[in-house]
């Protein structure tokens, strides 16, 4: 029977703790606000953009000089991963959703003889696949000094891929993120960056809004090889973005589950305390009432 | 009244404009087009400068991009812009500051890629102040 002052104390700490976590929720609850507004802010230059491109990529992905960023270049040996987690931790299954998507992809890409590399976005993620796939780590992109995701991230981002593409680094490229569905629900999805994948859905859009053969300045060639690194910043933007708003969302799950079992623990504490307290007046009572009759 | 169009100009962090417009003035990579309703279908990329835009509410609107894309289509006109400042809202003082930051990156740069991104910079400074002078 552990003593009442011990009691006293933990059910103090256990307060605490709740206090923290219960402030952790609001905060996240917060942010997650924030993130939730800026991602569907986001969302009309991405519709446009997708429609632009799948009015010029209809036209010219059967060439054969089309852009590379969209068609590839032709093999699929080596496989660039970006993966794109938090900085921090205490988002309850964030992180290693994700990192357990990416896992499951280097298993299966390794089976099947290709190289892996791994563009780490974010630290946790970092330290999660640096215990056992360590070497194919080329980068990692740090972003604990930024508070709010902006496009500029996503660029210099982009513009790493896009050079290593051009290096000829690799030939497909990947960004894993988990995708926001609701604050209890976040899925970890995959998008493919290299080579574009132009949706169906973005070239009928295209081709509904035009109906007429466009006219180009410059020319179709040059405007989609501009078009497409953007693509490619647009496509990394809406995964952080997604990844953001999910993870706040994460957060704020977690903490509530927290702060629910901080709860419960508090109330079981409060009973043995109570319990034992009532039992010591007890037996002190006992012990007088004896002592009195003795007499 | 004279006919109008639809014109919207988005940013990846978020819608900056929709309006009805009697004209628009672009800054096309092949030079500034003209828009007017009904223009024929066009996908142009955009240099730096100033989008002018006559409202069909009156008033016109000037504003500073730094490249970008610009789509006619079903009389409506979609501007893609990376970068887009009001003109009225350029501050002089503080783009010369930046301007003069990017010169001095410009001459420190050691790579290619620094060098390419400092004198984009700059040149992007450059024009913001060309176009709020």
């Known amino acids: 029977m552990p003593s009442l002052k011990s009691l006293r104390i933990r059910i103090n700490s256990v307060k605490s703790t709740q206090k923290i976590t219960k402030a952790m929720k609001m905060v996240a609850a917060s942010k997650l606000r924030r993130a939730q507004e800026a991602a569907e802010a986001a969302r009309p230059y991405a519709e446009r953009m997708g429609a632009m491109l799948g009015a010029l990529a209809s036209g010219q992905a059967g060439q054969d000089n089309a852009p590379r960023l969209l068609v590839g270049t032709g093999k699929s040996d080596v496989h660039l991963l970006v993966v794109a987690t938090a900085e921090r931790g205490l988002c309850g299954a964030f992180n290693s959703s994700i990192v357990k998507l990416a896992r499951r992809q280097i298993e299966e890409l390794t089976a099947q003889g290709k190289t892996v590399k791994i563009l780490c976005v974010g630290k946790k993620g970092r330290d999660q696949l640096r215990r056992d796939h360590a070497s194919k780590i080329v980068d990692t992109v740090d972003l604990s000094k930024v508070r709010r995701i902006g496009f500029t991230e996503a660029q210099e981002i982009t513009d790493r891929v896009v050079a290593m593409f051009e290096a000829g680094e690799f030939d497909v490229a990947t960004i894993f993120f988990n995708n926001f569905v609701s604050v209890i629900s976040q899925v970890p999805s995959t998008t493919q960056l290299i080579p574009a994948q132009v949706g169906g859905e973005a070239a009928g859009a295209g081709e509904a809004a035009g109906g007429a053969i466009y006219e180009y300045e410059p020319e179709e060639g040059e405007i989609l090889e501009k078009l497409l690194p953007r693509n490619l910043s647009v496509q990394v933007y809406r995964a952080l973005l997604e990844n953001a708003a999910s993870e706040q969302g994460a957060r704020m799950s977690a903490m509530d589950n927290a702060t629910r079992n901080a709860g419960e623990m508090i109330k079981k504490l409060t009973t043995v305390y109570n319990r034992s307290r009532q039992a010591q007046i007890t037996k002190e009572l006992i012990e007088i009432i004896s002592g009195a009759e003795a007499v | ?133």
Not at chain 2, 75 to 95: F, G, S, W
């Open chain 2, 1 to 133: 009244m004279a006919e109008t169009f639809g014109f919207e100009l988005v940013s990846p962090e978020k819608l900056l404009l929709s309006v009805q417009a009697e004209m628009v003035t672009v800054p096309g990579e092949a030079g500034d087009m003209g828009i007017l309703p009904g223009h024929a279908p066009v996908i142009s990329t955009l240099r730096l400068g100033v989008i002018e835009v006559s409202k069909a509410t009156g008033g016109e609107e000037r504003i500073f991009v730094a490249g970008g894309f610009a789509e006619m289509s079903n009389n409506k006109l979609t501007v893609l812009a990376e970068e887009a400042v009001p003109v009225a809202q350029i501050d002089r003082a503080k783009t010369e500051a930046k301007l003069k930051d990017a010169r001095e990156d410009l001459a420190d740069a050691k790579t290619d890629l620094a060098r390419a991104k400092a004198q984009a910079a700059a040149d992007k400074f450059q024009a913001m102040l060309d176009c709020a002078a």
